[in-house]
């Protein structure tokens, strides 16, 4: 059997002793450069107990003649804890992995289907369409669940309309948090299956196979370490676009980090889900050619200001041997499965001489030597994947993850890869912004009529922010996308939506919704697929017009319906203003008014200081500070947007104070200057990740605009120039301080909410 997703110790003698001798074998010599670990079985688990007969093969997604219930079971009981024995999951595999059948009276609920993740899948349609119920990402309404369970009218059985339903961006570990713990990671996992999701990338501890297989190809543990960034910027090294930053890298933070991406992968498994993990299609560190005799290399030239690692020529020898070395040492960590995710020449890779359809076939060849059919999962992104790159390869054993599905007009995806399997993405989320909105109406627009068409390839979703865990409602309706039979009205889902996300249907909660519908929620395509950023968390300037480079530089639906919509939610019935779900988006919609309002201000202090009044210059930037102040207190009475969390996660895992500073920079220097100067100035890379987190705006974005407008008011005082800041010195400075911020959320939601609805004009009713 192959193994499954295996346990590293830290470096500890002890630890180390303890584990069996031919995973300790495997873990500390690992094989010969070319070699194949032997498999082994998995060790047992006190805590699940197999049904009889039961056969669970860890490769992908199991697909068993039977299989055990008790991992959905168990996730059941943590989305759940008051009603989960109200339920009875009862696995079916005649059904196959993507149905589900609902049925049951009051207070007895059965579902059935062919994996756990599908059993979940059913419960989390049971909840929206019966109970009227939302365990969102993030807020939830369960609390208002009565104590019974309402009974199914009539059985239900749903089927998913695509077999691949994918998750998570491979930003996704550095934006969402790359110092989560395992339990941050599961509730993920939870929250994933119960939506239909099948097929999810695990990038935490990818580190590990590169630091334990190119130490048999030349390279030094130390020189690994250094070379290796910190978990903050992994996500850009492993899309080889940079190496070092962040770093280095301890061998304990890397064994850590190993046995939580085999936790993790272990996880999905149990579910029925598959791991998608990294392959390896050629990164190297510098001098590798110099180092391995027959060895060719491609320098892979600047990206956003960074060195980007080497690319080993995937035709040449060595690349197969090194390919295999990788495929052990990983597969000695987090077992195997059927889907792995690379994207060569990710935004501007040189090609230099290489035959780039040789090399994606020596790719593809390496991948199946190690993993005999594996599907391997590719980027759809800028001009990737190239006509090249598929002419080289097995296309029926290749997904295309399209990330441009929503945001460019006129797609034509069939012609554009010749008919090979894509899944319908979308990036509604960039950098981890904490704005409100997405092209809803494009993927209605969309999913059904390029999924009905005669030559159609659409074979999937691909749920592709580049940060999880912001915008719920964006979660639930794409995710719905491969579930619902038949075309989705999108003013109907979102009346369903306000119903079930606070426990009950209520006019205000209706209404609410109804204005952020129309809004951020259909903001349309051909240039963009996320809405505007906010100035406050701009660079200063009187002209600036966004905050990340590479965002929107307008409001890109009507500023009045967030307005609108605060007013409706602080109007919601008291008794549904408990959940966590209301208190989430109240303070996010309050956040997102004022973020509104700052593109409001920003052009009355420009005119004020042009016009050089500074009696009216010195009341706009007052109240822009205000502002800042209200932003910075709503953001904190919410446990989702606390800089402090962030933080005292990235303090965490370091062993002593150096290492807690190191870790610490890494996670800080990501929201602010995100690399170096050549990064941060030349690559336009400061403020990408961006968001409005209380700690984040007191500390940086309220001191920072506190400067600016200082500087301007000493030049209408004096009739001169105003001195010029170093902006970049000024963020560096602040991505190198240790101060401790609240990982706790203080204050009265509601009261913080209408203190920001009574300091903001009231929208007109257009």
Same mark, same amino acid.
């Given at each position: ?37 032997p498999g ?12 009889e ?10 697909? &068993?003649?039977?299989?055990?219930t008790? =991992? ?35 207070g007895?609920?059965t ?34 669940l ?25 930003? *996704?570990?550095?934006? @969402?948090?790359?110092y989560?713990?395992?339990?941050e990671?599961?509730r993920? +996992?939870?929250?994933? !299956? ?6 999810v990338f695990?990038?935490v ?21 250094a ?17 070092? /930053? ?13 046995e ?5 992968a272990?996880?999905l ?8 993990? =990294?392959?390896? /299609? ?17 320098a892979?030239? $600047? ?33 195997? @499965?059927?889907?792995?995710?690379? #994207? ?16 994606a076939?020596? +790719? ?9 059919g ?27 993850? *399209? ?41 209605l627009?969309? /999913?059904?009529?390029?999924r009905?068409? @005669? ?5 999937? +979703?691909?749920?592709l ?10 979660? *639930? ?8 039979a ?9 009346a ?13 909660? &209706? ?9 951020p929620?259909?903001?349309? #395509?051909?240039?963009? #697929?996320?809405s505007q950023?906010?100035?406050f ?15 929107p ?11 609108r ?27 997102? &008014?004022?973020?509104?309002h ?34 910075d207190?709503?953001?904190?009475s ?9 933080? @005292? ?17 890494? !996670? ?25 987190w ?11 605009? !506190? ?5 301007? $008011? ?22 190198r ?5 609240? $990982?706790?959320?203080?204050?009265d ?7 920001v609805?009574? !300091? ?7």
């Amino acid at each position: 059997m192959p193994r499954s997703g295996r346990r590293l110790p830290a470096a500890r003698p002890a630890a180390l002793a303890a584990l069996p001798a031919a995973l300790l074998a495997v873990i500390c010599a690992g094989p010969a450069p070319g070699a194949t670990a032997p498999g082994a079985g998995s060790p047992a688990r006190a805590d699940v107990r197999p049904l009889e007969g039961a056969a669970h093969a860890h490769t992908g997604a199991p697909r &068993a003649a039977t299989f055990d219930t008790a =991992p959905a079971r168990a996730a059941l009981e943590r989305l759940l804890p008051r009603h989960a024995r109200q339920f009875t999951l009862v696995p079916d595999p005649a059904a196959g992995a993507d149905t589900f059948t609902v049925s049951g009276t009051a207070g007895a609920v059965t579902v059935r289907a062919g994996t756990g993740a599908t059993l979940l899948t059913g419960v989390g349609w049971y909840l929206q369409h019966v109970a009227g119920a939302d365990i969102g990402w993030p807020g939830d309404s369960i609390g208002m669940l009565p104590a019974r369970l309402p009974a199914v009218p009539a059985p239900v059985t749903r089927s998913a309309q695509v077999p691949h339903r994918y998750a998570l961006n491979d930003t *996704d570990d550095g934006y @969402s948090g790359p110092y989560r713990t395992f339990e941050e990671h599961q509730r993920q +996992i939870d929250l994933l !299956a119960l939506h239909g999701i099948n097929e999810v990338f695990v990038q935490v501890g990818a580190e590990y196979p590169y630091y334990r297989a190119l130490q048999r190809f030349g390279y030094s543990a130390e020189e690994l370490r250094a070379w290796i960034p910190g978990p903050g910027h992994q996500s850009w090294w492993l899309l080889q676009n940079l190496s070092g /930053f962040g770093g280095p890298v301890t061998e304990r933070l890397m064994r850590e980090r190993a046995e939580l991406g085999g936790r993790i992968a272990e996880q999905l498994r149990g579910l029925g889900m598959t791991p998608v993990l =990294p392959g390896y /299609f050629g990164t190297v560190p510098a001098g590798f050619a110099a180092r391995n005799a027959g060895a060719a290399t491609v320098a892979q030239g $600047d990206w956003a200001g960074f060195d980007r690692p080497d690319w080993l020529d995937p035709a040449s020898p060595v690349f197969a041997r090194l390919a295999a070395a990788y495929y052990a040492e990983q597969r000695a960590v987090f077992g195997d @499965s059927t889907m792995y995710r690379m #994207s060569p020449l990710h935004e501007g890779g040189r090609t230099g001489t290489v035959d780039v359809g040789a090399a994606a076939g020596a +790719i593809q060849a390496a991948l199946h030597a190690a993993h005999p059919g594996a599907l391997w999962a590719v980027l759809g992104w800028q001009d990737d994947p190239t006509p090249e790159l598929l002419a080289g390869v097995d296309t029926s054993k290749l997904l295309i993850l *399209d990330g441009l599905s929503d945001r460019y007009n006129r797609l034509d995806r069939e012609t554009r890869w010749g008919g090979v399997p894509y899944a319908m993405g979308t990036i509604y989320n960039f950098g981890g912004h904490t704005t409100i909105g997405a092209n809803t109406s494009v993927w209605l627009e969309r /999913f059904g009529p390029w999924r009905a068409k @005669s030559n159609s390839a659409l074979a999937g +979703i691909a749920y592709l922010p580049e940060a999880t865990g912001t915008n719920p409602a964006a979660f *639930d309706l794409f995710t719905d996308l491969a579930w619902d039979a038949g075309p989705i009205d999108q003013r109907t889902w979102f009346a369903g939506f306000a119903a079930r996300r606070y426990g009950r249907p209520d006019a205000e909660a &209706a209404a609410a919704w109804e204005e952020l519908r129309k809004g951020p929620y259909s903001t349309s #395509s051909g240039l963009w #697929s996320e809405s505007q950023d906010s100035l406050f968390s701009a660079r200063p300037s009187l002209s600036a017009a966004g905050a990340a480079h590479w965002s929107p530089k307008s409001m890109r639906y009507p500023a009045g319906s967030v307005r609108r919509a605060l007013d409706h939610l602080l109007r919601v019935d008291p008794a549904l203003r408990g959940s966590s779900a209301y208190r989430f988006d109240l303070v996010d919609t309050a956040r997102q &008014a004022l973020a509104n309002h700052s593109r409001v201000l920003l052009p009355k202090i420009k005119a004020a200081y042009e016009a050089e009044d500074l009696a009216r210059f010195r009341a706009l930037t007052a109240e822009w500070q205000d502002g800042m102040r209200l932003l910075d207190q709503v953001t904190g009475s919410d446990p989702n947007l606390l800089l402090g969390t962030w933080l @005292s996660r990235a303090r965490s895992h370091g062993a002593d104070r150096a290492e807690q500073d190191r870790y610490e920079y890494d !996670a800080r220097s990501l929201l602010s200057v995100w690399g170096r100067r050549s990064t941060s100035e030349g690559g336009f890379l400061h403020d990408y990740a961006n968001r409005e987190w209380s700690g984040l705006v007191s500390e940086l974005y309220a001191r920072r605009w !506190a400067a600016y407008f200082g500087a301007l $008011d000493e030049a209408l005082v004096a009739g001169a120039a105003p001195r010029e800041i170093d902006w970049h010195a000024f963020e560096e400075e602040w991505a190198r301080r240790t101060t401790r911020h609240p $990982d706790r959320p203080s204050g009265d939601p509601y009261r913080l909410a209408a203190a920001v609805a009574a !300091a903001l004009p009231a929208a007109a009713t257009g």
